[in-house]
């Protein structure tokens, strides 16, 4: 059976500068999987280079075996929080509708079974009774389940998501994990950027860990070991006690 | 009154108020894209870019075609626009201080262009310096149904287009996730904004034309929290001021439009800011006011 997902020596520069070398890896059907690595291992642009956001120098991205197409609706992606302005004069259920503009078509309109759908999502993410709030009026938290609720009705089969867990609380972090994990057991693969070291090993099976190259992939237990963070962090992590590890904060 | 009753039974008049009314809806729905594609100045460069257009095209003819003087404006308004991205992207220049150089650069341009054809035997009769202020209510009315044809066509895009054009403003990156020709949409966009502006200078002034795109959008802005309700809004304030602008300048021969449509919106935006039921000024300032007495009314009955 073929990988939803395999890499080959893709690479990718901005300007005259490779951010990503020679990056290789496959992911199995039916996983949740962490992309680890520094401030600049370029794990954002890698998410962008599979969904062809951004031009690739060189390489080969396989979504189920074929060369990736927007159209095949095989993937959903939830951006960053950060990359949108919030101020949009539009609802959370707008929002989440807009998942579904890839299925809606040149100019139709979004119709009833569109709506019920977001409905659905919205409700999934436990945000429903949020549907007509204006997105501005959201915490940073209700507007990353609004976003995951988009991304949950592009009805995908691979799901990219972009620092989901930042400036979001407690209650949020929880309520998305779970979300993921259900995701997983329906057989969807799901890939993560992710920058807490101190849950990885709990959050996902799969694990990538990314400094420009790939210096890991695989089983969790396998790729995330003291030694290989060394290699990906190059000196700039802190061990704390019970072999528990972060990332020296540099600010 | 009688003179006011008389105006409006002329034919002419009433086509220009149609191409004035089509021409404000038209340009507040898409200022109120514009507005929140944070393209604004663009909007007003584009403007000001087109009076050297509109020069060369009468300089090229020698008559005062408005199909020509307006394809003339709308080849120089998009050139600004072009040079005014290319800039931003490929110089260290900021959005902004490329907007400036563009926007005063052309305009220069199209004041020197300006004074030659004045000074042209065929050139001082041409009435190309009612472009800088406006005069709708001197429009024959083959420009006008020109006008108003073009405003019609334009909002039919931008209605056909209305969910492609929102996904692009609110979030490009997922669009393009989507399948969404991203660029084509901008550059579709683009044109749009240009055309509008461009048929736009003959009736509010290649200075003000900016002013007539974005002041409705910021008016409306203040009434909605959502983008079909705001455009609709955008587009009947456009509307409503384009229409008493040119009632105004109908009233005696020589009033510029451009100025009274300008004044007209300006005035609805502060009756938004001032007054608008969720967002205005006062009305925050009244409902605060009483929410605080409520508060000290309970607090006495606890006392």
């Not at chain 1, 549907?131 to 691979?158: M, T, Y």
């Not at chain 2, 290649?206 to 795109?213: D, E, G, K, R, T």
Request: glycine share 10%; aromatic share 8%; net charge positive.
């Amino acid at each position: 059976m073929t990988n939803p997902i395999e890499i080959r020596n893709l690479t990718v520069a901005y300007d005259k500068t490779a951010v990503l070398k020679d990056v290789q890896f496959s992911i199995p059907k039916g996983s949740l999987t962490g992309i680890v690595g520094p401030n600049g291992a370029g794990k954002s642009t890698l998410i962008k280079a599979i969904l062809g956001l951004i031009p690739k120098v060189s390489g080969e991205i396989k979504i189920y075996g074929k060369p990736y197409k927007a159209k095949d609706r095989l993937v959903g992606y939830v951006p960053q929080r950060g990359s949108v302005d919030w101020d949009f004069p539009t609802s959370a259920l707008d929002v989440v509708l807009m998942g579904r503009y890839g299925h809606i078509g040149w100019f139709k309109r979004p119709g009833k079974e569109d709506t019920i759908l977001a409905k659905e999502s919205l409700k999934k993410v436990g945000m429903d009774s949020y549907a007509n709030r204006q997105i501005s009026q959201l915490s940073g938290g209700q507007q990353q389940r609004v976003f995951l609720a988009r991304a949950l009705v592009q009805d995908a089969q691979v799901y990219f998501m972009d620092e989901p867990f930042v400036g979001v609380d407690a209650a949020t972090e929880k309520a998305i994990i779970q979300l993921l994990t259900d995701l997983k057991d329906q057989g969807k693969t799901v890939i993560v950027v992710h920058h807490d070291l101190q849950t990885v090993e709990e959050y996902f099976d799969h694990c990538i860990l990314l400094n420009k190259e790939v210096i890991a992939s695989g089983v969790t237990e396998e790729v995330f070991t003291v030694e290989q963070l060394h290699q990906t962090y190059g000196g700039k992590l802190a061990f704390l006690d019970k072999g528990k590890v972060m990332v020296e904060q540099k600010r | 009154m009688e003179q006011i009753g008389q105006m409006l039974l002329a034919a002419n008049t009433q086509w220009v108020l149609i191409g004035t009314l089509l021409l404000g809806l038209a340009s507040g729905i898409l200022g109120s894209f514009a507005l929140l594609r944070k393209q604004s100045l663009i909007g007003d460069a584009v403007a000001h870019a087109a009076l050297p257009g509109i020069c060369i095209g009468f300089m090229l003819t020698g008559e005062r075609s408005l199909i020509i003087l307006l394809i003339g404006a709308t080849v120089t308004g998009l050139l600004a626009a072009y040079c005014i991205q290319y800039i931003a992207s490929a110089s260290i220049l900021k959005e902004d201080t490329a907007i400036c150089l563009i926007l005063s650069t052309f305009f220069g341009v199209g004041i020197v262009l300006l004074t030659k054809v004045q000074q042209m035997p065929s050139g001082n009769k041409s009435g190309l310096d009612s472009f800088i202020f406006g005069q709708a209510a001197g429009m024959v009315s083959s420009d006008v149904k020109l006008m108003a044809g073009a405003a019609a066509l334009l909002l039919m895009v931008t209605i056909i287009f209305f969910k492609e054009f929102k996904l692009i403003t609110f979030d490009a990156e997922f669009a393009k996730g989507l399948g969404l020709p991203v660029s084509a949409l901008n550059f579709l966009f683009m044109t749009l904004l240009v055309a509008v502006v461009v048929i736009g200078i003959q009736a509010v002034g290649v200075i003000l034309m900016a002013a007539l795109l974005i002041t409705p959008a910021i008016s409306a802005r203040y009434w909605t929290n959502s983008l079909s309700k705001m455009v609709i809004i955008s587009g009947i304030f456009g509307a409503i001021s384009g229409v008493i602008g040119t009632l105004i300048s109908s009233l005696d021969r020589g009033i510029p439009t451009g100025p009274f449509i300008v004044v007209t919106a300006t005035i609805i935006f502060f009756i938004s800011i001032l007054f608008a039921p969720a967002r205005g000024i006062i009305t925050l300032k009244i409902k605060r006011r009483m929410t605080n007495q409520k508060l000290l009314r309970e607090q006495g009955q606890v006392k």
